[in-house]
């Protein structure tokens, strides 16, 4: 932007101190004579009249008559007084030919003496029209201003297709993917923020990585020691089976965990790596209903929207809606109310309230946390909200929760629409 600026001012001062008087003086040098010619030809044609007239008119008559003409023409003519100084009465003679008794004193205002037959002077002028180099001035101002104006916007296209170009580099990181990079052409960078933008990719996609790469080596390491564990709890003795049992639950415990911290790490970037595909959400609605046998509060052909897709990964949509009913069947009570309607013309947006206490005050802006349990006394490890959230931001949506007016917690997911 200041290359440009700088540019623009080094043009402007240019143009005026240099260009502009050029072009003007070329323009005059070459228009200046044209025009006088055609006008002494004009004004010839009035000194014939006017000749033929001073010989059969009075001077009342012949004053009468400008009058009438200054009224209606746009030029004005009048008669010089004989006390009034005129060059054409020292150079000019009445029996002079007809062009050389026309003589111009001022040519931009066209303003213009001529003397009769009978040696009167006469002015003729100024014109009250514009001028033909007026004209021209004017012509090189407008394609002045015309090929400013189209450099101004060529400019202005250039950087709305930097900006675009960075936009969608942005929505691509949104989705998940590292990878991308922005162009750093000159042609296309906006600044220097496309290879600043280049070098925080490269290191978040390290830090991602580095990530994933120490909690798959933890849960490799940690794996190892649980599978000796229970090779020798079942070799202990028979007669100690209660140990064992408790044992092998802890086992089962531990297992489990290092699954749930697997699959939590595995989202960040699973929509970069699989496809997707439009989906029909009443369907795995009523899927996921059957299979974790939920009694809803009112039929589900009454509170959704057959007609609403989409776009997700294998496996996304029903991770969301499935973790969410587990936790209503968890911390919640029947019935349940699930709702799917269109709140606009792109955005879905799926309901699932339940009938139990809520949710305190004091921790419902921290359920959707990894490791955040809302009961110490509950399963699981606090990573399924934490699962529906990722999987929400990655397909373009947001999931929020809160108390609903029976008291109960509500879960409400907002999704684009295929």
Known sequence: MPRFITLFVITISLYWLLARPLILGVIVALNEQPIIEDAQRDVATVLVLLDALEQHLTTDELNALMAKNNEISNIPMRKLAASTPSHLTSNVAPESPLLERIQIFNFENYHWSFMTKQGNVYHFGPALTIN??????????????????????????????????????????????????????????????????????????????????LTN?????????????????????????????????????????INDVLKYARTNNTLAKQPVMPKRVADVLRSEIQRHSIQCAKPLGDTIDDSI???????????????????????????????????????????????????????????????FRGSQSGHGYG??????????????????AQNGAAGGAKFTIDLPLS
């Open 132 to 213: 033909t180099l007026d004209r021209l001035v004017f012509i090189l101002w407008f394609f002045f201003y015309l090929g400013f104006t189209m450099i101004c916007l060529i400019w202005a296209w250039q950087w709305r297709r930097r900006v675009k170009h960075l936009n969608t580099v942005a929505n691509d990181v949104a989705a998940g993917n590292l990878s991308i990079r922005a162009n750093e052409h000159p042609h296309w960078r906006l600044g220097n923020i496309n290879i600043t933008v280049n070098h925080m990719l490269r290191n978040i996609e390290a830090l991602v990585s580095s990530q994933r790469f």
């Open 217 to 257: 080596s933890v849960a490799h390491e940690l794996r190892t020691p649980l599978s000796r564990m229970r090779f020798l709890v079942a070799s202990l003795p028979e007669q100690q089976n209660t140990h064992i049992k408790a044992m092998n639950e802890e086992l089962d415990e531990l297992d489990n965990l």
């Open 309 to 371: 897709m989409v776009t997700a990964g294998a496996g996304q949509l029903e991770q969301i809606i499935s973790n969410i009913l587990s936790n209503t069947i968890k911390y919640g009570k029947p019935p349940i109310h699930i709702s799917l309607k269109k709140i606009s013309q792109y955005t879905a947006r799926i309901i699932i309230e339940d009938h139990g206490s809520g949710i305190p005050d004091t921790i419902i802006d921290r359920v959707f946390e990894p490791f």
């Open 383 to 400: 990573f399924g909200l934490a699962i529906v959230q990722q999987h929400a931001i990655q397909l373009g949506g947001q999931v929020s």
